[in-house]
């Protein structure tokens, strides 16, 4: 079942090694996000006030392990990387953090027929699975549009003719505080729509949650 070889740097592996050997896993590019709540990414969202964190585990670099590691869970069916990250984001987080509900970030049904499962549920899935006080919840919303727009607004602009990424949210979740898990945030715009939605019904807190981002 597992791959005999390192995802990074193609070393056969031993059989305590997932995915990555020793030594990769140990150069993994890791971010301070977590102990660091004014991180880069945050002030990204910190314009709307009930975003009280957001965190990234790892750094996104073209050709680096984030993306080797996030392209075959993607790509090529390693469903096992997905349930390996959400034990990273759990040993990572931070514990005392009220949340209720975790919402991966959905996925449009196209994309779903083809990929067959959303890679960011099944993070957030094995990442419940480690906290066990937080509900994962895939109900709330859902992704209307496939594409996304590739536009060279400013992120105000962007969010605004974003409205319609995702869907209204039929619940009420006032009062709740809610944590989005995302595989990688690029520019954040899509977050944020999700996050606008969340809004709208009311939740009190959001936290985001990303294996990945830029620098
Ligand atoms: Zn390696």
Redesign the pocket.
Known sequence: MFPQ???????S?NAEENF??????I?LPLTDDLQNPNNDLFRKFSFEPKIKSASSYLYFINGG?AQKLLYSLKYSGKKEIGTMMGNWLASAFDKNLNVDFVVPVPLHKSKLRTRTYNQSEVIAKSFVSDLSSMELRTDLVKRTVATRTQTKKSKVQRWRNMQNVYSEVQHDLSGKSILIVDDVITTGATVGMLCERLIESGCSDLHILSVARGK
Do not use: A, E, F, H
Request: net charge neutral; with cysteine; aromatic share 0%.
């Open positions: 070889n390192c995802i990074n740097c193609q070393q592996l990555l050997c020793t030594l990769c896993k150069d392990i």
